[in-house]
């Protein structure tokens, strides 16, 4: 095989470790609290659900991502990809909830896909352009992922709910082994001087430390709050309030990924950044983001669809601008700004679940309320702290992810 084609099986097996880990949660947010609850446990169980595997991820990623300059990509590639095999057919095979427990355990405990993959593809790229392009079709992966994910989930689940878990479990084998027979090594210069990163919450630590980017920070984590407690609840509030099964949700969560994917490759270039200045976009945008966890929360099938609408495309803005205000504000620290946001938006899908699982118990739309606090908290923080940069006489030329 040529090298071009040895680049391209490369670039192909990679995209598709991606992808599977996509897949596994498009199929996993319509189709996992129908399965949960066939086990006759609460809905706080399912949210914890969720949690665990936040969890476990956050306190392997920054190891695993140290690991992987030590002894290079591929093995650490390789064990995570058996990781997620094994923690989804476990989850399938599970009679019990502590056996659903332990899959979701396992798979988190060597989540570290997604970012090895990040590396990898950064290893093959001759330049800073097909580096760029390279980081942009894992984006790809992410859309195509969200958007049929959800409607594999919801289909296999209608036939069995364990269908969908035996499925991702099986295509995650298969890429093991591509990726064993196929995928070479491409990290040769190792860095084994830099002691391995074991403290989880460094990344935090750190961002606590720097006052100038502290409240973007805390912006960051309340968004990610508020993203992970409306995930966390949604396939259950369809089936408590309007009582829609698996298939219903998967096409639900579908049509968010189409939206999603829409935005971010049309509308966001074409539209949003050419009217209207990051800034404002950010304000705008939180606006929406609450109108529209507040329409869900009215329990009219118009109004629901409405605020899942207004959500998605909010959602999807917010991400790009705010991990933009503050790349722009990290005065050459960008990849470092970038890792912090990473642990942050990890450590606020371990919360928002939990606390989404609690006050869904009290009452199905009190997340969607919660959610919608917690960015007016956010929009606050950032008008409060733009007031205080112009009372200071920033210095204008000194970018500052709140800039006025």
Not at 77 to 91: D, E, K, P, R, Y
Not at 289 to 313: H, R
């Amino acid at each position: 095989m040529n090298l071009l084609g040895q680049l391209k099986t490369q670039k192909f097996i990679i995209l598709f470790t991606v992808f599977v880990d996509i897949l596994g949660l498009g199929i996993v947010i319509p189709v996992l609290p129908y399965y949960i609850k066939s086990f006759g446990v609460s809905d706080f169980i399912v949210t914890a659900l969720f949690a665990v595997f936040s969890l476990f991820s956050f306190i392997s990623t920054p190891f695993l991502g140290a690991l992987s300059d030590r002894i290079g990509r591929k093995p650490v590639l390789i064990a995570s990809i058996i990781s997620t095999a094994i923690g989804w057919l476990i989850f399938a095979a599970a009679k019990s909830v502590p056996l659903m427990f332990l899959g979701r355990i396992i798979d988190g405990s060597a989540a570290g896909n997604i970012s090895t993959a990040q590396s990898y593809l950064v290893d093959i790229s001759k330049d800073a352009k097909e580096r760029t392009t390279n980081l942009g079709l894992i984006g790809a992966m992410f859309g195509i992922g969200l958007t049929i994910g959800p409607l594999i989930g919801g289909t296999l689940g209608s036939v069995s709910h364990t269908l969908p878990f035996w499925t991702v479990g099986g295509l995650a084998t298969l890429n093991a082994i591509l990726a064993y027979f196929w995928l070479p090594e491409t990290h040769h210069i190792r860095n084994t001087d830099k002691p391995i990163q074991l403290n989880p919450l460094a990344p935090i630590i750190r961002a606590i430390k720097n006052t100038r980017l502290l409240p973007g920070f805390i912006s960051w984590f309340l968004f990610g709050l508020a993203a992970a407690s409306q995930q966390a609840v949604f396939a259950l509030y369809l089936n408590h309030v309007f009582d829609f099964k698996e298939f219903i949700a998967g096409l639900f969560m579908t049509f968010s990924g189409i939206i999603l994917s829409l935005n971010q490759v049309i509308f966001l270039k074409r539209f949003w950044i050419k009217r209207f200045k990051e800034p404002q976009l950010e304000l705008y945008m939180m606006l929406i983001l609450m109108a529209g966890f507040l329409f869900m929360d009215i329990k009219l099938f118009a109004f629901f669809l409405l605020g899942v609408f207004l959500v998605t495309i909010s959602q999807s803005v917010l991400r790009v601008v705010m991990s933009s205000q503050m790349v722009g504000a990290s005065l050459g620290q960008q990849g470092e700004t970038l890792g912090v946001m990473t642990s942050i938006m990890s450590l606020s899908m371990i919360v928002g679940p939990l606390t989404a699982g609690w006050l869904f118990i009290k009452n199905p739309g009190f997340p969607f309320l919660f959610s919608s606090f917690i960015v007016l908290v956010a929009f606050i923080l950032i008008l409060m702290n733009r007031k205080k940069l112009a009372a200071q006489n920033t210095d204008e030329n000194t970018p500052t992810s709140f800039a006025v």
